[in-house]
């Protein structure tokens, strides 16, 4: 495990999940480092110049952003072959990261944005799973039989959304993306990814995962 890659994640962060969802998929294997957001190790400082999860430091390699460890992870191994999708996923992603998540925060964490309607908030992500749930064309996932990157990028995120008030987002019209998420969340790749370890310290046993998970 000396020589393992080093990776710093908080368990409920969808940008951490995300990319433990591709060390999985890759099977690379990592030394897992969990935290706690409002205690930050000196060493997780000294590695992440953003100070935020998930981070990567692989030798001289330092990855600080979810989707770069993602795609840092797949391409030395991606038997499910992830990363072979269409174009069309990478502007889902991007679509994913930025207006989604905005909206997505301004409704979860409302009162941190006085200047903002949650409900319009609401909406205007709603807007965006809406637009998705077109998307399926009746496959189970995204761009067919089998999940593709931009599968695993988004869920963490529509999860978070779901979250907020289950019984209000079943009740939308989108039973495609609903099944998706539900099927994703009853999956064994969701429930080895969601494992519970105990926040890093000096001296501690390294934790193995990524290769032993898949």
Not at 112 to 127: F, M, V
């Amino acid at each position: 495990m000396d020589q393992a890659p080093i990776f710093w994640t908080f368990r409920r962060c969808p940008y951490a999940m995300r990319a433990r969802l591709a060390l999985v998929s890759a099977g690379v294997e990592v030394e897992l480092r969990e935290i706690l957001l409002r205690d930050k190790p000196e060493a997780f400082l000294a590695t992440s110049a953003s100070a935020t999860v998930p981070a990567l430091k692989a030798g001289e390699t330092v990855l600080d952003e979810s989707l770069d460890i993602m795609i840092w992870a797949l391409k030395q191994s991606d038997p499910d072959a992830l990363l072979d999708m269409p174009e069309a996923g990478w502007a889902l992603i991007t679509a994913n990261d930025g207006p989604f998540k905005a909206a997505l925060d301004h409704t979860k964490y409302a009162s941190r944005y006085p200047d903002k309607d949650a409900s319009e908030e609401r909406e205007t992500a709603a807007g965006y799973l809406r637009a998705l749930e077109a998307q399926f064309s009746g496959n189970p996932w995204l761009f067919g039989v089998r999940p593709t990157l931009a599968d695993y990028a988004l869920l963490p995120f529509v999860r978070q959304f779901a979250n907020i008030d289950r019984a209000w987002f079943n009740a939308q019209d989108w039973p495609q993306v609903r099944r998706w998420l539900d099927r994703f969340l009853e999956g064994q790749v969701f429930a080895k990814i969601m494992d519970k370890y105990p926040p890093w310290a000096e001296g501690d046993v390294p934790v193995r995962f990524g290769a032993d998970a898949r």
